[in-house]
């Protein structure tokens, strides 16, 4: 499986990372009309025919990320006022929150082999394979302590079942250990691919450079892609020169098919201390 993500500066020394998106599946939608019991049953088949039990585990995550987005939208549509969309309101207050390079480590599944990098020209391949192996690292650091953090409330937050509301809690930190745990295996992937280790680089008649790595018996490709076309799309506002402006963000999201508001994050979020952006 191809990985394609899209990499450029968008104010001063902060850049923007996003996953091409592929087109609409039908056939991915099917996952949803299955049961429980038979995701889980294939998952277990998976095991047993010997995948990796993270790779076998991916539709079940798939099916219970599904539902709980299913389970989100009927809060947001709850009658104005009543409690559960009082939460739906509360959660998405914390949701803005959520760092967008959270965002760009969950779209990093693990069955990609091969990875393209595309970035403006006028940038050094190995300044853009740094920053990127920058913040495979540092996610893999946060989202572990994120995680574990998130699994120690669940026994807390499960008390709040005593109350006959929602159980907002137990729900916000099921959410979230899921999220960090999402976006510490891609993190963990993408680490495989920009890594030193034992590459093999090579550069094609078009400039861009490719590393071939052998690891864990999966072989792993990486492709840095200069685009002059990504250059020239990058334009700055006249009184802040180091900062993209709309326009041009959203000639980019149309162009490579990315988030528009997810671009706008990276360039506009507030990052707490410790959390910088790459």
Request: aromatic residues 8%.
């Amino acid at each position: 499986m191809a990985k394609r993500i899209v990499v450029f500066p968008v104010k001063g020394r902060r850049w923007a990372f996003s996953t091409v998106t592929p087109p609409a599946n039908s056939a991915c939608t099917t996952s949803t009309q299955a049961s429980f019991l038979q995701v889980w049953l294939g998952a277990l088949r998976d095991v047993k025919s010997g995948k990796g039990i993270v790779q076998s585990l991916t539709p079940l995550s798939h099916y219970v990320s599904d539902k709980m987005e299913q389970q989100w939208i009927a809060l947001g549509a709850a009658k104005e006022g009543s409690i559960k969309n009082r939460l739906h309101r509360m959660g998405e207050k914390l949701l803005v929150q959520i760092t967008p390079s959270e965002t760009f480590l969950k779209s990093m599944s693990k069955d990609a082999t091969k990875l393209e990098i595309v970035f403006p020209q006028s940038l050094n391949s190995r300044l853009v394979r740094r920053r990127v192996r920058h913040i495979a690292k540092s996610g893999a650091q946060i989202h572990s302590r994120y995680m574990y953090g998130s699994f120690a409330c669940l026994p807390f937050s499960i008390l709040f079942g005593i109350v006959p509301v929602p159980n907002a809690p137990l729900f916000w930190n099921l959410f979230r250990a899921y999220a960090n745990w999402q976006a510490l295996q891609g993190s963990r992937r993408l680490m495989e691919f920009v890594s030193d280790g034992s590459d093999l680089v090579q550069s094609n008649q078009k400039g861009m450079e490719i590393h071939n790595s052998q690891q864990n018996a999966i072989e792993h490709t990486l492709i840095l892609s200069p685009s002059k076309k990504l250059e020239s799309m990058l334009q700055h506002h006249e009184d802040e020169v180091e900062k993209v402006n709309d326009l041009s963000i959203a000639r980019i999201c149309e162009h490579y098919n990315l988030d528009y508001l997810q671009m706008l994050k990276w360039r506009d979020f507030e990052f707490k201390k410790g959390k910088k952006a790459s």
